[in-house]
């Protein structure tokens, strides 16, 4: 049964640039979430997508957008980077439905914005 | 508005010993807390969660107790092995709300 899984593991971009990453859930879960962990800091939330549809949002501005596919995967676009968006991004997925927030988490994408 | 901290950034023991982490939330709507542990280049691993009308739950090597009157939450890990030596988060949910909100994480180191 495999787990969430991320890609790519590392990626180093410069300002101004865009990025995607990607993320397929746990088998059998269809919601997936995205957070954002700066150096020495805990997970914040970025938004989560459940039917394809962007169901909340955290505050993050809209240059952070997303999108998630029939198969339930899903892409973190960023446009326009910045320095300070130099973090390991995580994927969670979960089952909707099932109660409370139990999150599964992917070991996430380093990304570096120099 | 939303807080989730904890008391202590770092906890060493000694192995064999217990291990309390304990984090404060201010949330009163809050009733759905997690404790992950997350190993250095990796995503969190979930360890155990507590729903707020518990106050007590146990799994293996490790408890939750959460103390609504003050806020509180505490995870206990007994006996503590090398192999636990990490940073231990804990987060809050609101009912109707998505979202996880976590603390700053404990850095729990297990000296052999």
């Known amino acids: 049964d495999a787990g969430v899984t991320q890609s790519p593991t590392h990626l180093i971009k410069t300002r101004g640039q865009q990025v995607t990453l990607r993320c397929s859930p746990k088998?059998?879960?269809?919601?997936v979430s995205w957070y954002q962990q700066a150096l020495g800091q805990g997970p914040q939330f970025i938004f989560q997508?459940?039917?394809?549809?962007?169901?909340q949002r955290g505050n993050f501005p809209d240059r952070f957008s997303g999108h998630q596919f029939p198969n339930y995967s899903s892409e973190l676009n960023v446009n326009a980077l910045l320095l300070g968006d130099s973090a390991l991004y995580l994927c969670?997925?979960?089952?909707?439905?099932?109660?409370?927030?139990?999150?599964?988490f992917g070991s996430g994408t380093q990304l570096s914005v120099l | 508005g939303e807080n989730v901290g904890l008391h202590l950034p770092t906890l060493s023991v000694q192995e064999g010993d217990n291990s309390i982490i304990n984090c404060a939330y201010s949330?009163?709507?809050?009733?759905?807390f997690i404790w992950y542990k997350q190993e250095s280049g990796k995503g969190p691993q979930f360890i155990i969660d507590?729903?707020?009308?518990?106050d007590k739950r146990q799994g293996q090597r490790v408890t939750v107790l959460l103390n609504k009157t003050v806020k509180h939450l505490s995870l206990q890990i007994a006996a503590t092995q090398p192999g636990d030596s990490a940073v231990y988060f804990c987060?809050?949910?609101?009912?109707?709300?998505?979202?996880?909100?976590f603390g700053k994480g404990t850095k729990l180191t297990v000296n052999p």
């Open positions: 969670a997925s979960s089952l909707d439905g099932t109660g409370g927030k139990k999150l599964f």
């Open positions: 088998s059998g879960h269809d919601t």
């Open positions: 997508y459940y039917e394809e549809e962007e169901r």
């Open positions: 949330n009163s709507a809050s009733d759905y």
């Open positions: 507590i729903r707020s009308n518990m």
């Open positions: 987060a809050e949910n609101q009912g109707g709300s998505e979202k996880l909100v």
